[in-house]
């Protein structure tokens, strides 16, 4: 079956350092977001992805980076990890039909919990 | 822009309960809207969505009616499980860009 998961599951790391979180999806999405989930915010789109080499920047982009180098992966970089990205990251994915169409239904990862000490 | 609002959690109900979930939404034109559930632990999962006015989104015994009138997409079920605890998203998608906006998201306990 299809799928889309992420790794790792749990990170914990110190402020200043790099981190990555992978994403991979199995559903031959066209399109891949980012979300980082916070108590009283709910979810907040970081940068997502309508295909390869594209990348576009969400509500709360600052401190992170995507890049798109095939259908099936997104990872999320922390460039400097900072105690305020401590949260949960969800990705997901939906698909392009062609023809400009895209479905609006989104496909979630498991999430990865990442604690930034 | 776009914006969603749903009531603030936690609801806490026994089985069998009646349950309602309020959201409201702001958007130009017509959104496409939506109920995700998130399970304790794990991402979320569709759970149903309405894409016109007028149009009722229903799966494992959840409903939603899009009212354009009142900007709302209330969840509803008539009998709820401890299986049904959960943290409920509404959300909605507009627009080419096909982004989601969520609320805040609420907290459900069903107890036995």
């Known amino acids: 079956d299809a799928e889309i998961t992420q790794s790792p599951r749990h990170k914990i790391t110190e402020t200043g350092r790099q981190v990555t979180l992978a994403c991979h999806q199995t559903w031959n999405h066209n399109n891949m977001f980012w979300y980082r989930q916070d108590l009283g915010h709910g979810l907040r789109l970081i940068h997502y992805?309508?295909?390869?080499?594209?990348?576009n920047k969400g509500e709360v982009s600052d401190g992170y980076s995507v890049s798109r180098s095939n259908t099936e992966d997104l990872p999320l970089t922390l460039e400097s990890a900072a105690s305020s990205q401590t949260s949960v990251y969800f990705c997901a994915s939906s698909a392009y039909e062609g023809l400009a169409i895209h479905t609006d239904t989104q496909y979630f990862g498991p999430g990865t919990r990442l604690t930034v000490l | 822009g776009n914006s969603v609002t749903q009531m603030e959690g936690p609801v806490t109900l026994s089985e069998e309960a009646f349950l309602t979930i309020n959201c409201t939404y702001t958007a130009t034109g017509y959104p496409s809207l939506f109920w995700y559930v998130q399970y304790p632990g794990e991402g979320l999962q569709l759970l149903l969505k309405a894409t016109k006015a007028d149009d009722k989104g229903s799966n494992k015994g959840f409903e939603a009616t899009y009212r354009k009138e009142t900007t709302s997409f209330h969840l509803e079920k008539g009998s709820v499980q401890v299986s049904d605890s959960a943290v409920y998203f509404c959300a909605l998608s507009k627009g080419s860009n096909y982004k989601l906006t969520f609320g805040k998201g609420t907290l459900l306990t069903v107890n036995p």
């Open positions: 992805s309508y295909g390869v080499q594209d990348t």
